[in-house]
């Protein structure tokens, strides 16, 4: 199958050629690869630095650690890990005792999990690690030390807090207002350190906020912390939303509502999570109206009406402890203060709201868009998933199962749900190449389905010639679109080469199938010239055309061209130093040796043809012995024994002639009982046995040769019960019955004889009234018969 | 493991290999069940081994067929064959782990280190590696048989009969964009974006 156009299938394709060029220069190639679509360079872009940050992610064997849990190391750094804490999605928390004996320490370790961060990400957190280690304040559990353990997990060693989430230790104690506010004005204090240190907590919820025995408060999880400048300002809004570590990180219920939206983590949101903390403190207390306040000031929605600082919710929870009025009721900026500093406060507040309003404007707008984005491409990707699924089945599945014998039912399956998508697909008008090059292949495997040549199929050749129409007329239009797509070009060649057989074999019609066939093979011979196309089949399927070439040559009578284009094809292939399987140089090889032994043979030069035809068949019995079920190559293998059988029939080499024909009956049961559906199968069964019977005839039992013969017959006419419609069976029977009048005569039973030839001749009658006579049945088939019955003396 | 059974799997795999595609689902019933077996004690954490999912495969493959008593063909057939159960193996579990923790919620001291974008979610991963096999089966392939398998490249190489650097290639374009499509798909079901 040729790669087709989704967008993220030639993502896949562009990237993987993209890694074969040296690493600076691929985003440059990518590009000029993917010329005008910027879609597909900005996917594969993204992809590649997908790569590049992949890490150590789905590492050989990774899977049963990544499900599995880890166990836990023994030691990290100079912490011995005495037992496990907590366990999360991105590592685990252990307890830990430092192992140097020097003084007694126990710290609580940070483990990430090796393979889950990136080489980016882990270098962030070494950062963060080496802020943190900076702070040192009673209300913030302190960083120790950290490093990395042998297997490169980064870990942290901080102090280890004993002690109890602040809100559930507050209940347990049963504290009231008073006590409450103290504790929380100690979280604020420490908040408000580490805004002085340019750190956000970022997550500030009742489980990052413990309460030690001895009452004292720790802020614990500044692991998504991250320091406070334009730098990481920018860095943040270039990932938002999503995709960055800490954006992501936030408590439901906690988080300001602007980092729901992908906003950056500010001080302002650590304020939002204060005042929601509080909230939360006081929920079971009588209501103060005071405290109401300024837990809505504290978590207003709207950024700029919270306080401008951790220091001004401290100093406004002053006012009330000392019964002043509290700012978060009156509104009024600063009557405590000096006007001197009641201006510049203001001034700073003014200036940290714009610049603030400005970035979330900017954070807003690119979320929008990306949410446009987004809508966009689940859009496509149901699209593409719907598209994908049917493409799957008809194309993966069926191009996996189409050779296995046995299959032929499920395949039917297949393709009638296919049908009816691909019919929607194609009449969409403005059907964008990528479709169109899908429903041209969908169309071209059904209709292999339905009446494909050497192909186990269903018999109904007018639909499955019907599909191909329809596929070469969805690529005719993505070739007008753009006429050098090199997957079009080469499954338009396809296509070609299919409908040329199918006119040739199934509806006989010589013309066309040589038009269709000359088509095809000029469209190869300009493809392979096109850049790209050493990526397709087209090679192949140029080779494909050729064989057919002399195929229709010969069915046109025209044997000396068959046979010097053959021999001419076999040379060109010795010489060809084109890298390829040797399976298919042999299967190539053997098939131009079968098709000028059948044309020598045809032209009765039995003795040429033996030595081509032995060619071909010991080449497909190379190929098979590596593959013994294959359908395609036993059919090519029965398919020249049959020249072969009756060149030694000719020459009069008897045992010769037995062997292989027994041997090509042998070869067309095993095709036929692969599959007991398939309509060709019988036929070739028959075809087999025709032979064989001719060959016994002369050389064998008279008996089995009336046998054999009889069995060919029921063959053919039960085909025709079950295939009404399709005349190419009811030519068969006439070629049968033509034989079995031969092999009767030869075992002298001249009356059955006569009266066969006489039905052979009444089903070439029918034919010729329906207008389905070829000129070799009109011109060869119908004298010969004539001439047998005359010879024998056949009654009218 | 009787000696019925490796019998047994060795007659299945020449039946498979002649195209009995009910032997193929046989073989795998017994490998998925083998694999189960073998790989209970390492994702119950229960012991300290270190055995990979190569390792692991191995085993299971072990105890049904004696591997280099196989042809190459054959082997490589039947480990690809193990990859494929031991993916199914760690999905279902990973499955099970998952609504184990939905029954009890706890709370963790290890809230917020892991974006949830990060982190590896076997569900997810599945769901994107079945996406991957739609758009280019080849890659998906290799994904299994890499990850799941704990093949070698080179290893991968002969089963799939391309070179070591383009396997390699295809690995890594597979493993972009299924982490692309993972940190996709871990968006959605989070309902952040």
């Given amino acids: 199958m040729s790669a087709t156009g989704s967008l993220e299938q030639q993502a896949l394709a562009l990237l993987e050629t993209a890694l074969e060029q040296p690493s600076p220069e691929r985003v440059a190639w990518i590009r000029a690869q993917a010329g005008q679509d910027e879609a597909l360079i900005q996917r594969v872009i993204s992809l590649l630095e997908m790569d590049s940050s992949a890490g150590a992610t789905l590492r050989t064997g990774g899977a049963s650690r990544d499900v599995g849990q880890t166990p836990a190391p023994d030691h990290a750094g100079p912490y011995r890990i005495t037992e496990l804490i907590a366990r999360g999605g991105m590592g685990a928390v252990y307890k830990g005792e430092r192992d140097t004996g020097d003084f007694e320490q126990t710290v609580a370790i940070k483990i990430i999990r090796p393979g889950v961060l990136s080489d980016s990400l882990i270098a962030r957190f070494e950062m963060e690690r080496q802020i943190l280690a900076k702070l040192s304040h009673p209300n913030i559990a302190s960083l120790f030390d950290g490093g990395a353990l042998e297997d490169r997990s980064p870990y942290i060693a901080m102090e280890f807090v004993d002690g109890d989430p602040i809100t559930q230790w507050c209940d347990t104690a049963n504290l009231g207002l008073d006590d409450r506010l103290w504790l929380f004005q100690d979280v604020c204090a420490a908040v408000q350190y580490a805004h002085q240190n340019l750190i956000v907590h970022r997550d500030i919820t009742p489980s990052n906020i413990l309460v030690t025995k001895a009452g004292q408060i720790k802020l614990i999880d500044f692991g998504i912390a991250k320091p406070q400048s334009n730098v990481d300002l920018q860095d943040d809004t270039q990932d938002a939303p999503g995709k960055s570590l800490a954006s992501l990180s936030f408590t439901p219920g906690y988080a300001a509502p602007e980092r729901a939206k992908g906003a950056l983590a500010n001080t302002l949101s650590d304020l939002y999570s204060l005042g929601k903390l509080l909230e939360d403190l006081v929920q079971d207390l009588p209501a103060s109206a005071d405290i109401a306040a300024i837990i809505a000031k504290a978590s207003a929605h709207d950024i700029a009406s919270r306080y401008a600082s951790v220091d001004a919710l401290i100093d406004d929870l002053k006012n009330y402890r000392t019964k002043k009025p509290v700012d978060a009721r009156n509104g009024g900026a600063g009557y405590r203060f000096s006007k001197f500093f009641q201006r510049n406060r203001l001034l700073m507040t003014l200036g940290a709201v714009s610049v603030l309003g400005l970035t979330i404007a900017l954070v807003i707008t690119q979320y929008q868009y990306n949410r446009a984005e987004a809508a966009l491409f689940h859009a496509n990707e149901r699209f593409e998933q719907a598209r994908g699924l049917s493409k799957a089945m008809i194309t993966d599945v069926y191009d996996a199962i189409e050779h296995i014998p046995g299959t032929l039912e499920v395949r039917e399956n297949l393709a009638g749900i296919v049908k009816t998508y691909i019919d929607g697909l194609a009449s969409d008008p403005n059907a964008p190449d990528n479709v169109l090059l899908d429903v041209a292949i969908q169309n071209t495997r059904l209709s292999d389905l339905y009446g494909g040549l050497g192909v186990a199929n269903l018999g109904d050749t007018e639909t499955s010639y019907v599909l191909l129409l329809r596929a070469e007329q969805a690529l005719s239009r993505l070739l007008e679109q753009s006429p050098d797509d090199v997957n079009a070009i080469d499954e338009m060649v396809w296509v070609k080469r299919l409908k040329s057989n199918q006119e040739m074999t199934y509806q006989l019609d010589m013309a066309a199938a040589q038009k269709t066939n000359a088509e095809g093979l000029a469209l190869a011979e300009r493809g392979l010239t096109f850049p790209g196309s050493q990526e397709t089949r087209l090679y192949f399927r140029l080779w494909n055309s050729r064989t057919d070439r002399v195929k229709i040559l010969m069915y046109e009578n025209d044997y000396d061209t068959a046979i010097s284009e053959a021999r001419r094809y076999r040379e060109e292939l010795a010489a060809s130093n084109f890298e390829e399987e040797p399976r298919r140089r042999n299967s190539r090889l053997g098939y131009f040796a079968r098709l000028e032994g059948e044309a020598l043979a045809d032209r009765q030069r039995w003795e040429e043809a033996i030595p081509p035809l032995v060619y071909a068949v010991s080449a497909y019995d190379t190929i098979l012995e590596e593959d013994r079920s294959s359908y395609y190559y036993n059919l090519q293998k029965m398919t020249a024994l049959g020249p072969l059988v009756m060149s030694y029939l000719k020459l009069e080499r008897g045992e010769d002639a037995l062997l292989a024909a027994r041997g090509a009956v042998e070869l067309a049961e095993t095709l036929r009982d692969g599959d007991p559906m398939d309509a060709s199968g019988r036929g070739y069964v028959a075809t087999q046995l025709e032979m064989l019977a001719r060959v016994q005839a002369s050389f064998g039992e008279p008996s089995q040769a009336q046998s054999t013969i009889t069995g060919a017959l029921d063959i053919r006419r039960a085909v025709i019960t079950d295939f009404q419609d399709t005349l190419g069976h009811r030519r068969d029977l006439a070629g049968a019955l033509k034989t079995a009048g031969v092999v009767y005569q030869t075992i002298d039973m001249t009356e059955t004889a006569c009266s066969t030839w006489r039905e052979a001749l009444s089903v070439l009658d029918q034919l010729e009234t329906k207008e389905s006579l070829t000129e070799i049945e009109r011109d060869v088939w119908k004298p010969e018969i004539l001439e047998h019955r005359q010879a024998a003396d056949c009654p009218e | ?193």
Avoid: C, P
């Fill in chain 2, 1 to 193: 493991m009787n000696n019925s059974n490796l019998v047994n799997s060795k007659q299945l795999l020449q039946a498979w290999r002649a195209g009995d595609t009910d032997a193929r689902d046989a073989l795998f019933k017994l490998l998925y069940s083998e694999l189960r077996q073998v790989s209970a004690a390492l994702l119950r954490a229960e012991s300290n081994n270190s055995l990979s999912t190569g390792d692991l495969v191995n085993e299971a493959a072990l105890r049904l067929i004696k591997l280099d008593q196989i042809e190459w063909a054959d082997k490589s057939h039947f480990l690809a064959l193990s990859a494929r159960a031991m993916r199914r193996v760690l999905i279902d579990h990973a499955r099970k782990k998952k609504s184990d923790k939905r029954a009890h919620h706890k709370v963790t001291l290890v809230t917020r280190i892991e974006g949830a974008a990060q982190r590896l979610d076997m569900d997810v991963l599945e769901k994107s590696l079945i996406r991957l096999s739609v758009l280019d089966a080849e890659k998906a392939d290799i994904v299994e048989l890499r990850y799941f398998g704990g093949m070698s490249l080179q290893e991968i190489a002969e089963v799939v009969g391309a070179s070591q650097s383009t396997v390699k290639r295809q690995w890594r374009v597979a493993r972009a964009w299924l982490l692309d499509a993972m940190m996709e798909g871990q968006n959605v079901g989070d309902g952040i974006t």
